[in-house]
């Protein structure tokens, strides 16, 4: 069974930091491109930032300088570190791992910038 459980999510003032983590379990993790996305309210789903299995990283404009991503194989997790946070930075945070043509989703994690 596929698992993807994110953590690190919380309520932060705006410029603050928070590093949200997705350990991944019932895949050969090493295998997969991961990627963190995120919506808010009214909003659609948006990738945020991906690293794929050979360690290729890509941002959203809207986070490049902020967030870095990272992934550790051996653990099996992937990491979004978030500097100088913003109100509009809030939202559910998803963990995605793919594949071919598997893809997984993680429950989500709350992320909420606010003073």
């Known amino acids: 069974q596929v698992q993807l459980v994110e953590s690190g999510g919380g309520l932060v003032q705006p410029g603050g930091s928070l590093r949200l983590s997705c350990a991944a379990s019932?895949?050969?993790?090493?295998?997969?491109?991961m990627g963190w996305y995120r919506q808010a309210p009214g909003k659609q789903r948006e990738l945020v930032a991906a690293?794929?299995?050979?360690?290729?990283?890509n941002y959203a404009d809207s986070v490049t300088g902020r967030f870095t991503i990272s992934r550790d194989n051996a653990k099996r997790t992937v990491y979004l570190q978030m500097n100088s946070l913003k109100p509009e930075d809030t939202a559910v945070y998803y963990c995605?791992?793919?594949?071919?043509?598997?893809?997984?989703w993680g429950q989500g994690t709350q992320v909420t910038v606010s003073s």
């Open positions: 019932g895949i050969i993790f090493k295998f997969y491109n």
């Open positions: 995605n791992a793919e594949w071919t043509i598997r893809t997984y």
């Open positions: 690293i794929t299995h050979g360690g290729s990283i």
